[in-house]
């Protein structure tokens, strides 16, 4: 699955960019490969969990603490108390545009 984000920030110079409709693994490669790893809250984990992204970025922030997981949603409403909100790296709306993203990506990417 392309997404028009994806696609705009391939062209702007993110090559190692990936879209993936799923990840229905932990230790799937792109996963164990990634750097940053940007998890819907809708449609994404639902083999694994019952609050499907919310569920996925939780277990990714405790099986990979070194990686940066940014949580994104066009959803206003929903549990704003489930803990991977907190445990993420970043939350980005799902509706931001391509800059928002590409900016996100150079600011999580800079040395601390």
Known sequence: TEYKNVSILKKAGWIKTK????????????VVESDIIFVDINGVGLSLFDD???????????????????????????DRFHEALRQVDYCLPKNADAYQFSNLIENLLKPS
């Open 52 to 78: 499907q992204g919310l569920g996925l970025a939780s277990a990714l922030t405790k099986k990979y603490p070194h990686k940066t997981i940014v949580i994104y949603s066009a959803e206003t409403t929903g």
């Open 19 to 30: 879209s993936v409709k799923d990840i229905t693994n932990l230790d799937n490669y792109l």
